[in-house]
């Protein structure tokens, strides 16, 4: 166990509708990352939440969004749905800011969403 | 923006020999290089990092090497086991920047 929890493990679902996946990040982590892997592609960066505020896009579809909240856990929003959107959503978090002065952006993976698109 | 590029996609070996991934990188200001190993259906999980400032780091059996002039950063897994199996990614960034990876190398140890 990575610390980093996702739910739900599997999803799957039809074109045009909408799924929220869940991610908390591992304790004491401020920042959460997304990230889709397609079959036979590698780690897409989606978005960036550090401490409730959004700090970096990536390439993120206008039909998905994502939240932080004071807790700091993280909800992904995809919507509209395409077979597509079918892939594995991680998602990640690091240490503190203060943390990574000297260029160490560790990530943390969870366990993933993998999600189908019927 | 940085981008990565890795090769080969795949890579098969036989048990007790030496497998070497190479990735190279297009910003010259990117300065952490990490590896994560992602066997299947599991997470990424980081093996090994290197940061801009070494040019060489061992554990055990893996080692990474970087060439900031040429760009290019390598992964070096000696006397590789069957559970070496996986899919290995590299990737880049700078600072605390998002990390960018690599499409990812498949290597199968043949027993």
């Known amino acids: 166990d990575s610390g980093v929890t996702q739910t739900p493990k599997h999803l799957i679902t039809a074109t045009g509708q909408r799924v929220t996946l869940r991610c908390s990040p591992r304790?004491?982590?401020?920042?959460v990352y997304w990230y889709q892997q397609s079959l036979d592609q590698g780690l897409q960066f989606l978005i960036q939440?550090?401490?409730?505020?959004?700090?970096a896009k990536g390439n993120i579809l206008e039909r998905f969004s994502a939240q932080q909240f004071p807790d700091l856990h993280s909800e992904l929003n995809l919507s509209s749905l395409e077979l597509g959107d079918s892939a594995l959503y991680f998602c990640?978090?690091?240490?503190?800011?203060?943390?990574?002065?000297?260029?160490?952006?560790?990530?943390?993976f969870g366990a993933g969403s993998r999600l189908t698109v019927l | 923006g940085e981008n990565v590029e890795q090769h080969p996609s795949t890579l098969s070996v036989q048990e007790g020999d030496s497998a070497v991934i190479k990735c190279t990188y297009s910003?010259?200001?990117?300065?952490?290089f990490p590896w994560y190993k992602q066997e299947l259906g599991k997470r990424p999980q980081l093996i090994i990092d290197?940061?801009?400032?070494?040019g060489e780091k061992k554990d055990q059996r893996i080692a990474v090497t970087l060439n900031k002039t040429a760009k290019h950063f390598s992964l070096h897994i000696t006397e590789t086991q069957p559970e070496d199996s996986a899919v290995y990614f590299c990737?880049?960034?700078?600072?605390?920047?998002?990390?960018?990876f690599g499409k990812g190398t498949r290597l199968s140890v043949i027993a």
């Open positions: 990640a978090s690091s240490a503190k800011l203060s943390h990574l002065h000297s260029g160490a952006n560790v990530l943390t």
């Open positions: 304790s004491g982590d401020l920042s």
């Open positions: 939440y550090y401490n409730g505020e959004e700090r």
């Open positions: 910003d010259s200001a990117s300065n952490y």
């Open positions: 290197i940061r801009s400032n070494v």
């Open positions: 990737a880049a960034s700078i600072g605390n920047t998002p990390l960018v």
